[in-house]
């Protein structure tokens, strides 16, 4: 759940989908969902993304160790962050790439995400009732429950204090510009 839009994600948020078609969000949610379970990053560079998330928060906390000043840790994190962008760069949307268009993490807009990918998840979990096997009925499930905390992503982020009361897609230059601000 944690790399879900932070990590992988299309270069377009999900919330731009808004004004158009259930169908046409439930898609866009898809296509961010399908860059992390899906066939269009290969698993191998999902574990090297989780293994370098991994890695940097042990370098920070024994850095924070050694140096307790917090202004330090922060170039120290920004440091590792884009030393493993770039090592990703070619494979998806890097992270700093995806932190300039997220606006998907953000008040109505994390809302907004999570009540599109509960409604795919809850579609996929009705899916399973037509379903003849058991085997069947529960790789269904487990695409749904899949789809579920790939949302919640969205929805903790809800409750996050940095994510709270940021007007993002006001702070965005180009959305501004798109919105005539």
């Known amino acids: 759940m944690a790399l879900a839009g932070d990590f992988f994600a299309t270069s377009t948020p999900i919330s731009d989908s808004r004004p158009k078609t259930s169908e046409e969000q439930e898609k866009a949610f ?3 969902y399908n ?4 066939t269009t990053v290969p698993q191998e560079t999902v574990l090297k993304v989780l293994s370098a998330v991994a890695q940097e928060a042990d370098e920070v906390k024994l850095f924070l160790l050694q140096n307790p000043e917090v202004k330090s840790a922060h170039a120290k994190f920004e440091e590792l962050v884009s030393k493993n962008t770039k090592t990703f760069q070619s494979a998806i949307p890097n992270y700093l790439q995806l932190a300039q ?3 998907d993490h953000f008040g109505d807009d994390a809302k907004f995400c999570y009540e599109v990918g509960h409604r795919v998840a809850i ?3 009705a899916e399973a009732a037509k379903a003849t096997t058991y085997m069947q009925k529960k790789a269904i499930l487990t695409a749904a429950y899949s789809i579920e905390a790939f949302a ?3 929805y903790t982020d809800l409750f996050a204090s940095g994510h709270m009361r940021v007007p993002r897609y006001f702070l965005n230059p180009v959305r501004r510009s798109s919105l005539g601000l």
């Open 30 to 32: 898809m296509d961010a």
């Open 35 to 38: 860059m992390l379970f899906g």
């Open 101 to 103: 268009a997220n606006m």
């Open 123 to 125: 579609k996929t979990a």
């Open 152 to 154: 919640l992503h969205f």
